[in-house]
C-alpha cells in the first residue's frame, strides 16, 4: 500500500479521511469520491478533514454528474 499523503498512519490513529490529492481536484475528477468518503467516514466512524467538507459543498462539485451518483447510491444499497 502507498500512502500519498504522508499522513497515512497518523491519520489512521486519529481516525482522520482526506484526499491524497487537493479535494477540490479530486472530486472535480471523479465526483463519486464524495460519496465513497462520506461512505468510508460514515463507516470506519472517521472525521472528515475541513477541506474535504468544504470542496464537497462547492457549487462545482455538486453540479457534477448526479445521475452517476444515483446509480452508485443504488448500487451499495442492495
Known amino acids: 500500500m502507498e500512502d500519498f499523503t504522508g499522513l497515512g498512519l497518523q491519520d489512521l490513529a486519529a481516525r482522520i479521511i482526506r484526499t491524497p490529492l487537493p479535494p477540490k481536484e479530486t472530486f472535480a475528477d471523479d465526483p463519486l469520491r464524495v460519496l465513497r468518503l462520506?461512505?468510508?467516514?460514515?463507516?470506519?466512524?472517521?472525521?472528515?478533514?475541513?477541506e474535504a467538507k468544504a470542496a464537497m459543498k462547492?457549487?462545482?462539485?455538486?453540479?457534477r454528474n448526479p445521475s452517476s451518483l444515483q446509480t452508485q447510491i443504488i448500487t451499495h444499497t442492495n
Not at 462520506?38 to 475541513?50: E, G, K, N, Q, Y
Not at 462547492?58 to 453540479?63: D, Y
Open 58 to 63: 462547492l457549487p462545482e462539485i455538486k453540479a
Open 38 to 50: 462520506i461512505r468510508f467516514a460514515s463507516r470506519l466512524d472517521f472525521t472528515i478533514v475541513p
